[in-house]
């Protein structure tokens, strides 16, 4: 009697499983396709597309055209600068404020806490017509051209991310043990040498899934550059895209091409990082 | 007599806490220099262009006076009223169908994210032999920047030549027309679906990582007592996974009512109208500021739904108040 409701829930369990299986697969398949849609497409020509013949996919060329034609690499280049010097600047700043609030509870740090969280429901665009216009004013007045140049959409960029990533990096450090830094200091290190010894060391795993984030954000960010970037001196990808789609109206084959080609970069930076990307962003928000 | 040495000690009370807060102002230099870089930042970036936005609002800004700026003549509430109450005008008309749109756009992408984050972060949380690969596979959508997104959804919706309705229409026959998916009513579907399929990994990732920190033991004492699945995931899994989830509702609510890159590259990329059913407050907005350039109806309408924002943010603040882990 007993045995065989054993082996009835044991059989129960194993039909559970494979039901379970089958669901994540169907899952796993809608998850990937439009990525694998997305690779193919750009590997046809455009009639086939249009006819949805799917035998031929070989067309590497498209990637040769879309590299020469519609100048994508200067866009890519200009990604590629503008959002690593970004995250650069953006994770400095972000993560001596985040040390700082997380371990000094000086008067004005709650105040500080909320400014920092208050920057996060403003919509972009309520800033974006005020912004240009304290650009083109300081171009007129001092000279210093803002508007269309690299340093520009990077001050710009820096500072857009600077709050959100304080915020992330504040749970890590508070989750480092204070009596480190206290010991280090007791050994004759200053505040700084505490932090930059002990300290950023021991959240590099923090710092890297940050500067992952800002990268991303970056990366994925158009509607400023729409209005701040666009000349193809320093138009980013998105902004390329939409240049060039007014000269090749519906070159699908092209435009996945630069599909492509813009997801790869992150692509290789994510799941090269991919361990200490997910451990980091889940630590830290798990906590916040 | 009295009442003098009452004040003098509050006096004397005052000017002590003044003197700590210097003190405690002096002994904390560090910690100010190591914010100040911050708040600069955050002063010119964030808060001035807010002040001068909110202002803007109360302006008469268009085309017209858009060289005098903050200058421009002072209309205090018509923009608003142009907005929200003004029946004749086109702006308001096309701000509610914005508006209305992005609610259910907002509400249904959250609720579905949340759904099918769980389901998968489930499924992934069990031990089997491709488990790796599963997990790998089911972030791969976060990796795609959202303004390919945009372009690559806006391609396979095409009504003719687009893989969806050739799937659904010329393989397998579900449907007997291929519809229209990015014009009429549909289009709100052809909004949501992608962005649920992009949103979904982040969310899973959360909940996946707060699966992983339930102890096994809580599930065993729960079997043996007799509890079937169901029961466990009501009666220990969604507890505690609440605060991830009320961070996650937030976080999502916000995000997606400020959405602007996947719509606004789904259609036209960049250039195109989504249409009265897929127009979205963001994308309503930046056609009407940068398009024709009416700035100060534009800031307007950026005010109220600030302010539709700052209300949601209280009542989650409300509901979720106790769920929210105080450190320290």
Same mark, same amino acid.
């Given at each position: 009697?007993?045995?065989?409701?054993?082996?009835?829930?044991?059989?129960?369990?194993?039909?559970?499983?494979?039901?379970?299986?089958?669901?994540?697969?169907?899952?796993?398949?809608?998850?990937?396709?439009?990525?694998?849609?997305?690779?193919?497409?750009?590997?046809?020509?455009?009639?086939?597309?249009?006819?949805?013949?799917?035998?031929?996919?070989?067309?590497?060329?498209?990637?040769?055209?879309?590299?020469?034609?519609?100048?994508? $690499?200067?866009? !890519?280049?200009?990604?590629?600068?503008?959002? #690593?010097? &970004?995250? %650069? /600047? @953006?994770?400095? *700043?972000?993560? =001596?404020?985040?040390?700082?609030?997380?371990?000094?509870?000086?008067?004005?740090?709650?105040?500080?806490?909320?400014?920092?969280?208050?920057?996060?429901?403003?919509?972009?665009?309520?800033?974006?017509?005020?912004?240009?216009?304290?650009?083109?004013?300081?171009?007129?007045?001092?000279?210093?051209?803002?508007?269309?140049?690299?340093?520009?959409?990077?001050?710009?960029?820096?500072?857009?991310?600077?709050?959100?990533?304080?915020?992330?990096?504040?749970?890590?450090?508070?989750?480092?043990?204070?009596?480190?830094?206290?010991?280090?200091?007791?050994?004759?290190?200053?505040? $700084?040498?505490? !932090?930059?010894?002990?300290?950023?060391?021991? #959240?590099? &795993?923090? %710092? /890297? @899934?940050?500067? *992952?984030?800002? =990268?991303?954000?970056?990366?994925?960010?158009?509607?400023?550059?729409?209005?701040?970037?666009?000349?193809?001196?320093?138009?980013?990808?998105?902004?390329?895209?939409?240049?060039?789609?007014?000269?090749?109206?519906?070159?699908?084959?092209?435009?996945?091409?630069?599909?492509?080609?813009?997801?790869?970069?992150?692509?290789?930076?994510?799941?090269?990082?991919?361990?200490?990307?997910?451990?980091?962003?889940?630590?830290?928000?798990?906590?916040? | 007599?009295?009442?003098?040495?009452?004040?003098?000690?509050?006096?004397?009370?005052?000017?002590?806490?003044?003197?700590?807060?210097?003190?405690?102002?002096?002994?904390?230099?560090?910690?100010?220099?190591?914010?100040?870089?911050?708040?600069?930042?955050?002063?010119?970036?964030?808060?001035?262009?807010?002040?001068?936005?909110?202002?803007?609002?109360?302006?008469?800004?268009?085309?017209?006076?858009?060289?005098?700026?903050?200058?421009?003549?002072?209309?205090?509430?018509?923009?608003?009223?142009?907005?929200?109450?003004?029946?004749?005008?086109?702006?308001?008309?096309?701000?509610?169908?914005?508006?209305?749109?992005?609610?259910?756009?907002?509400?249904?992408?959250?609720?579905?994210?949340?759904?099918?984050?769980?389901?998968?972060?489930?499924?992934?949380?069990?031990?089997?032999?491709?488990?790796?690969?599963?997990?790998?596979?089911?972030?791969?959508?976060?990796?795609?920047?959202?303004?390919?997104?945009?372009?690559?959804?806006?391609?396979?919706?095409?009504?003719?030549?687009?893989?969806?309705?050739?799937?659904?229409?010329?393989?397998?026959?579900?449907?007997?027309?291929?519809?229209?998916?990015?014009?009429?009513?549909?289009?709100?579907?052809?909004?949501?679906?992608?962005?649920?399929?992009?949103?979904?990994?982040?969310?899973?990732?959360?909940?996946?990582?707060?699966?992983?920190?339930?102890?096994?033991?809580?599930?065993?004492?729960?079997?043996?007592?007799?509890?079937?699945?169901?029961?466990?995931?009501?009666?220990?899994?969604?507890?505690?996974?609440?605060?991830?989830?009320?961070?996650?509702?937030?976080?999502?609510?916000?995000?997606?009512?400020?959405?602007?890159?996947?719509?606004?590259?789904?259609?036209?990329?960049?250039?195109?109208?989504?249409?009265?059913?897929?127009?979205?407050?963001?994308?309503?907005?930046?056609?009407?500021?940068?398009?024709?350039?009416?700035?100060?109806?534009?800031?307007?309408?950026?005010?109220?739904?600030?302010?539709?924002?700052?209300?949601?943010?209280?009542?989650?603040?409300?509901?979720?108040?106790?769920?929210?882990?105080?450190?320290?």
């Amino acid at each position: 009697m007993k045995k065989s409701y054993m082996a009835n829930l044991r059989r129960k369990k194993k039909i559970q499983d494979i039901a379970a299986n089958i669901l994540l697969f169907i899952i796993v398949i809608f998850t990937v396709f439009p990525i694998v849609w997305m690779f193919i497409s750009s590997l046809m020509t455009q009639n086939d597309i249009t006819a949805g013949k799917l035998t031929d996919i070989t067309h590497w060329e498209n990637y040769i055209e879309m590299w020469q034609n519609i100048n994508f $690499f200067k866009y !890519f280049k200009n990604s590629l600068i503008i959002c #690593s010097i &970004t995250t %650069i /600047i @953006a994770l400095c *700043i972000a993560t =001596f404020a985040g040390y700082s609030i997380a371990r000094f509870r000086f008067p004005g740090a709650g105040l500080f806490g909320t400014a920092v969280l208050s920057t996060q429901m403003i919509p972009g665009i309520m800033f974006l017509l005020p912004l240009f216009m304290m650009f083109t004013k300081i171009q007129k007045s001092i000279g210093i051209s803002i508007v269309n140049t690299y340093h520009g959409i990077i001050i710009t960029y820096s500072a857009f991310f600077i709050p959100f990533s304080i915020w992330i990096l504040r749970g890590f450090f508070a989750s480092i043990p204070k009596e480190l830094e206290e010991a280090a200091q007791i050994d004759g290190c200053s505040p $700084f040498g505490a !932090f930059f010894r002990i300290i950023l060391p021991l #959240s590099s &795993t923090g %710092i /890297i @899934a940050t500067g *992952i984030y800002i =990268f991303l954000m970056a990366w994925d960010e158009l509607l400023f550059a729409w209005v701040l970037a666009t000349t193809p001196d320093v138009a980013t990808i998105p902004v390329g895209i939409r240049l060039y789609v007014g000269n090749y109206q519906n070159r699908y084959d092209l435009l996945m091409a630069a599909g492509v080609v813009s997801t790869i970069p992150i692509l290789i930076m994510f799941f090269s990082l991919q361990k200490k990307f997910i451990s980091g962003i889940t630590a830290g928000a798990v906590k916040g | 007599m009295k009442i003098e040495t009452a004040n003098s000690k509050k006096v004397v009370k005052k000017t002590k806490k003044l003197n700590t807060l210097k003190s405690e102002i002096k002994k904390n230099k560090f910690a100010y220099k190591l914010v100040l870089p911050a708040i600069i930042a955050m002063i010119i970036i964030h808060f001035i262009p807010m002040i001068q936005g909110i202002y803007m609002s109360f302006l008469k800004l268009n085309q017209f006076t858009l060289n005098q700026f903050l200058k421009a003549p002072f209309v205090g509430l018509e923009n608003y009223y142009t907005v929200l109450f003004d029946k004749s005008s086109t702006m308001r008309s096309g701000f509610l169908d914005a508006l209305r749109n992005t609610i259910i756009y907002a509400v249904l992408v959250n609720l579905l994210v949340l759904v099918f984050g769980m389901i998968s972060a489930l499924l992934v949380n069990r031990k089997f032999k491709f488990r790796g690969l599963a997990r790998t596979l089911l972030l791969t959508p976060w990796v795609v920047p959202s303004y390919v997104v945009g372009m690559l959804w806006g391609f396979m919706w095409q009504q003719d030549t687009g893989i969806i309705n050739r799937i659904l229409v010329d393989w397998l026959h579900i449907l007997p027309n291929k519809p229209f998916w990015i014009s009429g009513p549909n289009t709100l579907w052809a909004i949501i679906i992608p962005t649920v399929w992009r949103s979904t990994p982040f969310v899973m990732i959360m909940l996946l990582a707060g699966l992983q920190n339930i102890p096994e033991d809580y599930y065993e004492a729960a079997e043996i007592d007799g509890a079937k699945s169901v029961q466990k995931f009501r009666h220990i899994t969604l507890p505690l996974l609440r605060p991830i989830i009320a961070v996650n509702l937030l976080h999502g609510m916000i995000t997606h009512i400020y959405s602007f890159n996947i719509v606004a590259m789904m259609f036209g990329h960049g250039a195109g109208f989504p249409g009265k059913w897929g127009d979205l407050l963001m994308t309503n907005i930046n056609r009407n500021s940068f398009g024709i350039w009416q700035l100060g109806t534009g800031a307007a309408a950026t005010v109220v739904v600030m302010i539709i924002v700052l209300t949601i943010v209280a009542i989650w603040y409300k509901v979720f108040k106790d769920d929210l882990v105080v450190e320290e």
